[in-house]
Every structure is written in structure tokens, then in C-alpha cells.
T-cell receptor
Framework: AQRVTQPEKLLSVFKGAPVELKCNYS??????LFWYVQYSRQRLQLLLR??SRESIKGFTADLNKGETSFHLKKPFAQEEDSAMYYC???????????FGTGTRLQVFP | ETGVTQSPTHLIKTRGQQVTLRCSSQ?????VSWYQQALGQGPQFIFQ???????GRGNFPPRFSGLQFPNYSSELNVNALELDDSALYLC??????????????FGEGSRLTVL
């Protein structure tokens, strides 16, 4: 079964602390993995995708096929990072995303 | 560049009624997907339209149906509404094909409440 699991509903950290939002997936094939973010009063938007191997707003995510994980990391959290983060899986070359349940990140000053 | 727009933003219906939600895709996008987001959950894929044809469907009953028009705008229709249909319905447009795979541009959603 195709599934994305985000075990934490809420992650609270202080400004400047490292952040890791966990994502595990189940898929029998070559998935593409994404992180989407929703800031307060804004629409859901793409943060980054694994094939780009880029850093966006200081966030990075590495696909670990052995552990079927795609954790999102940032070394020093900022208050403006507070948002809802969704990990998503796309069966190869499609736009039909399977989302996790999301993790709310709260960054305190 | 115009983003994805959805209407209405909020609506209330009663069980058994029918509802139509509308979506205008982002300029240049030929693919529209619909997602249902229940409270506390991630978006769930309902179906996708590509150049006016259904191009994949999630685990939703046939009373969920859709259309895509020549200008790539789209409608989501739900018949015989049930209480569990209460959710935020998100429309997302994309380029389709390999170029834009996985990058969806979302609207703000239509919040449906079924009483």
C-alpha cells in the first residue's frame, strides 16, 4: 500500500535550535518525495522535492531508500518557519500526490 | 500570472443534497486535481483531469464526479451528501507531464459543512 507517515503532529522548538520533521513512506517502486508547507493564512505550497537536491529557506531533505524516509531538516530554526508541513509522495512521474497527516512546527522566540 | 481560484469559499448543505465546487486553474496549466482535506488530516486525492479527460481517481465513490472545461477550469460535484463529506476541498493545478511532476499549485479551498 502507498502511504506517507508523519509521526509527530506537533514539534515545538526555540529559535536557533535544529529542526527535524520526520517522514516515512511505503511504496513499492521509485517514488518522488516532496515537502509542502502551509504558512498561517496562506495556501499550501511546494517547499522542496528530493530530485532537486536543493536547499530552500535553509531546509534540506535527503531520501533514504533503505529506511524509506525523507526527513526535513534545518540547522537553525527561525520564527518565520512556524507552519504546517506535509510530506508527500508521487508515484513515478505523476501529479497524484499522497500526503501525510502533517506536522505543525512551532518556533518560539 | 493568475493563481488558482476556487468558489465558493464556504458553504453549508444538508444530508442528501448535491453540491458543485468550482476551480480556475493557474494560467498555462492544463491539469487540475481535487483533494479532500478532513480536519486534522492531510489532503486526500479525489481525482485529476488532464485536457478535459479524467486521468486517475482516488478511493472515492462515484457520487464524487468532475468536469474539466476547454479553458482548463474544473468542477467537482458531490451527490447525496453525507455528514463525512464535511471537509476542505482543495483544487490544484499543474503543468502536467514530466516537466511539472509533483509541483502542484493550490487554491485556498472550499470549506463544505454538511448538516
Amino acid at each position: 500500500a502507498q502511504r506517507v507517515t508523519q509521526p509527530e503532529k506537533l514539534l515545538s522548538v526555540f529559535k536557533g535550535a535544529p529542526v527535524e520533521l520526520k517522514c516515512n513512506y511505503s511504496y513499492s517502486g521509485s517514488p518522488e518525495l516532496f515537502w509542502y508547507v502551509q504558512y498561517s493564512r496562506q495556501r499550501l505550497q511546494l517547499l522542496l522535492r528530493h530530485i532537486s537536491r536543493e536547499s530552500i529557506k535553509g531546509f534540506t531533505a535527503d531520501l533514504n531508500k533503505g529506511e524509506t524516509s525523507f526527513h526535513l531538516k534545518k540547522p537553525f530554526a527561525q520564527e518565520e518557519d512556524s507552519a504546517m508541513y506535509y510530506c508527500a509522495l508521487s508515484p513515478y512521474n505523476t501529479d497524484k500526490l499522497i500526503f501525510g497527516t502533517g506536522t505543525r512546527l512551532q518556533v518560539f522566540p | 500570472e493568475t493563481g488558482v481560484t476556487q468558489s465558493p469559499t464556504h458553504l453549508i448543505k444538508t444530508r442528501g443534497q448535491q453540491v458543485t465546487l468550482r476551480c480556475s486553474s493557474q494560467s498555462g496549466h492544463n491539469t487540475v486535481s481535487w483533494y479532500q482535506q478532513a480536519l486534522g488530516q492531510g489532503p486526500q486525492f479525489i481525482f485529476q483531469y488532464y485536457r478535459e479527460e479524467e486521468n486517475g481517481r482516488g478511493n472515492f465513490p462515484p457520487r464524487f464526479s468532475g468536469l474539466q472545461f476547454p479553458n482548463y477550469s474544473s468542477e467537482l460535484n458531490v451527490n447525496a451528501l453525507e455528514l463525512d463529506d464535511s471537509a476542505l476541498y482543495l483544487c490544484a493545478s499543474s503543468l502536467g507531464g514530466l516537466a511539472g511532476a509533483g509541483e502542484l499549485f493550490f487554491g485556498e479551498g472550499s470549506r463544505l459543512t454538511v448538516l
